[in-house]
């Protein structure tokens, strides 16, 4: 169980630097957070979906998080949405008969992983110019598809626009991971690229396997593109084919293989940001050539990087686990959490205010400052039944006149459902009794891969860095005696509660 005084975890980056008033001349949107936009300064907010996802009557935090994005300025933030895997396919050949065995070879193997890391490549090589901000988000294995992303934009460099032709031979160079493919991805990215950071990932829920056949892509773990990376975790989650997919710092003793700093120009005024990361997954050899590609330098600073877990199952963390008219889920919690980070982190996405407030956030502790959260409560007495059913955004407590604070809707939230696709749906069973391949770390801090019956078995926290935990579980436990499916060691962790 988890100790009994959880003390809040503050930001782990700088404070926001954003004035109290607009620059002179700046126009103001009072609808839209923040409410104008930096002279020169534009933002690209891609999106990725689970697994089967796509906007229908049990929308993801994706989907969400997409709704309350400004889209009528361009000029200001483009954005863009991709459906998930086993849901995406090419127009051109989407037959009814294709489009029925591509949905199932996806969900299955990651048929169309390739055209789904394209498809966000190609939307960036179309509008990316000098100096956007580009900020990527998923859930499940658009959260794997979005790391992608980042690291194929890293190894072989965005494309300029127009280069259409080039992006599937790009892709190639991207996914090889022998001794020539390295050094040609090196020689592709000074000859024809530019050379580009990724500002912020947010993904909830990031899983260890793409379709039933393992499968894994270059820099989906070491990324020098990377400012900002946030993770939303999931203690409850614990099918054999969802194992959490965790960060890994590597070794110190890195050295340059690939394009080192100051060989081609970076795009944009920031210097480049590193992010030496390493994902369990990932085959030693490759792992290897992803440690030593990119040198370190003096002017880079180690990316932030912050995963926190929360109470329920994988839709219970990334959503969808519930009707769009269910007013209150877990899945809300890590939302909100979310788009705390990207104020909290200077990203400069600009939100509805009005779309905030549906999922009980209050703009003005947002912008122009991220305020700190009040204490947790722990009881609601004025709490109903008709108001935990309600679904409309504005329900209030008892007929008062305010709708409900952000603690208020955490304590309902936090109280909700966990839905266990082990319990509703029993057919996940069958990978549980059978032996499946999966990556264990030794003692020396090298991997191994074995062969290991799940059995439904929880997730093993990692010992090897602080267990960081977000604050509305503690509640959960003290109301509903809950006990994560997580299996840890309080003994050998440095538990951190974050709000």
Known sequence: MFPQDPHALGSQGSPPSTPDNAVLGEEIDADVVPPYCPPGQRTLVLCFDGTGDQFDTDNSNVIMLFSMLMKDRPSEQLVYYQAGIGTYTIPEIATPTYASLSKTLDEMIAWDMNAHVMGGYEFLMSNYHSGDKICLFG??????????????????????????QQVPFAYHMFGRTDETGWKQSKAFKKCFSMDVDIDFIGVWDTVCSIGLIPRTLPFTSSNSAIRVFRHALSLDEHRAKFKANHYQWPTQEEHAKGVQHGEMPKSGPKKGLILNLRKDTQRPDQLEHERHYTARDEDQTRTDVLEVWFAGCHCDVGGGSVPNDSKHNLARIPLRWMIRECFKMNTGIRFHAEGLRSIGLDPASLWPHVQPRPPAIYSMPSLTADHARASTADTLVNGDEHPLTEEENDYIDALSPIYDQLQLAKYWWVLEVIPLEHRHKRMDGTWEDRLTINMGRGRVVPTDRPFRVHRSVKLRQDKQNYKPNAIFDEKKLDIEWVD
């Open 139 to 164: 859930f499940s294995r658009g959260a794997y598809t979005a790391r992608a992303l980042a690291g194929m934009v890293h190894k072989v460099g965005l494309l300029p626009k127009g280069n259409h």
